[in-house]
């Protein structure tokens, strides 16, 4: 059986195999790895070399490329031959969609091969297909992928199954739709026929623009992985996660729950622009995991209400008289309001002071206060705001939200951090990552954060 034997059952911290990109080793407790990409033209060496060595400068640790021909594919010697003669020797990641004699020609060349199983092997359209054109689809699978793997062992070469929301193949859609489980299937299939190669140096990505999907994805992968007996190293980021702080703020939704979680060998920020922006906070996302030397995780962890991240039962209750109703205290200065992948937001001016906590366990850091539901309503409610007293504050959530339902499973709960300090992207991090997990959950109703001392 490949893989590590002795994997914690799920969502205990996932013990990934270690598989080395190059001199590079990755999962098996070993760092969060940071890498990027580079959107030069494969075909300019001198560009390519030029935007690589600007990425390992700036800390990446391995630098993915495009390979879009088998032209491409035979000019990665050139760029890798640049890169070792200027003295980095940091493992270059062809990226291939479509053609696998592209993958197979870079997997002689590069250190790690990404391959797309929504487009590998071709995406035929069947209009519906039935069991035999299915298992003749992944026979053509079995054929391409057999091949590859064969040069992959001869050259050490590691492959990554990259899945993407967007690009399921119309096998996977017509059984699967385009869903969570579609992508994990999509990933399971090429896992396990690799398992018939013995080939054992793979990573797996689930990707999605969708945090929410995203992180809902990668906790099923695991879950799946772990009852087959694999225990493949996982790469995270949200695809095309947008620019600047919003794309900063929904790559640590998605990347950091996990992370946080116990989940994540490698992550990639995906922003719009320049791809050395990325790697400052990647860093410092991977920082927040990596400490002597290796990967940890946070005391005292609380799994996650839900694989799927998916609204519980208790908000399909209209428990407030308006189901969608959202509540967002901001008090500045902040970024601006948090990603619109936490949560559909309204804001609210003031929430008054309700007299004292008589719901739950004295002595715990939460508050009974009355909202008005819209401008002219004379009717209060009651909710309940919930403070974290420091770092660590998903998992705090996450056990006194627990206390707090069984005292009261309906009535609304106000996520509260107070950030303070001189590091931005820390604090944005630190505000996201801490509260983001129970809102995907669906568990909170709202986000209040404070932050001080920031310009």
């Not at 199983?117 to 079995?142: C, E, I, M, Q, T």
């Not at 992180?215 to 099923?220: F, K, T, V, Y």
Request: glycine share 10%; hydrophobic share 35%.
């Amino acid at each position: 059986m490949p893989g590590n034997s002795n994997i914690p059952s799920f969502p205990d911290p996932y013990s990934s195999r270690v598989v080395m990109i190059g001199g590079l080793a990755v999962g098996g407790g070993h760092p969060v790895r940071v890498q990027s990409m580079v959107n030069t033209d494969t075909m300019d060496t001198s560009a390519t070399v030029q935007q690589s060595i600007g990425l390992f400068d700036a800390g990446c640790e391995m630098v993915r490329i495009t390979v879009p021909s088998k032209k491409d594919a035979i000019n990665l010697s050139k760029i890798k031959d640049q890169l070792l003669r200027k003295g980095y020797d940091q493992p270059i990641v062809a990226d291939v969609h479509y053609i696998p004699a592209a993958a197979e020609i870079a997997a002689g060349i590069v250190e790690k091969v990404r391959i797309n199983p929504g487009n590998f092997s071709g995406n035929r359209a069947v209009k519906v297909y039935n069991r035999a054109d299915y298992d003749h689809s992944l026979d053509r699978v079995r054929q391409k992928l057999f091949k590859l793997a064969e040069i992959c062992k001869r050259n050490h070469t590691a492959l990554r199954v990259g899945v993407n929301h967007g690009s399921l193949s119309y096998r996977i859609l017509q059984k699967y739709g385009n869903t969570v489980e579609g992508m994990v299937e999509s990933a399971m299939e090429y896992l396990r026929i690799l398992r018939e190669f013995d080939f054992d140096d793979i990573l797996v990505s689930l990707k999605s623009s969708h945090a929410a999907t995203m992180i809902a994805a990668n906790r099923l992968m695991v879950a799946s992985m772990v009852a087959e007996g694999m225990a493949y190293p996982l790469h995270l980021g949200v695809t095309e996660a947008g620019e600047g702080e919003d794309g900063r703020i929904k790559s640590a939704l998605g990347t950091g729950t996990l992370l946080e979680e116990g989940l994540g060998d490698t992550i990639r920020v995906s922003l719009t622009g320049d791809p050395l922006d990325e790697i400052p906070f990647a860093m410092k996302l991977a920082a927040r995991y990596n400490k002597g030397g290796k990967r940890t995780f946070p005391d005292n962890r609380e799994p996650a209400f839900n694989l799927y991240g998916s609204a519980s039962a208790r908000q399909k209750k209209d428990y407030r008289n308006n189901a969608e109703f959202q509540v967002i205290k901001v008090v500045h200065p902040l970024p601006r309001d948090p990603s619109p992948e936490l949560q559909d937001h309204r804001f609210v001016p003031d929430l008054i002071p309700a007299g004292e906590n008589n719901l739950v366990t004295s002595g715990l850091p939460q508050k009974k206060y009355t909202y008005s539901e819209a401008p002219g309503k004379k009717r209060g409610s009651d909710l309940l705001v919930l403070e974290a007293p420091g770092d660590d504050s998903l998992h705090f959530f996450r056990k006194e939200i627990r206390k707090i339902r069984e005292e009261n499973p309906f009535i609304p709960v106000i996520l509260k951090r107070r950030i303070s300090g001189t590091d931005y992207d820390g604090a944005l991090i630190e505000a996201t990552i801490g509260a983001g997990g129970i809102l995907v959950d669906g568990e909170a109703d709202g986000l209040w954060v404070e932050m001080k001392g920031f310009i």
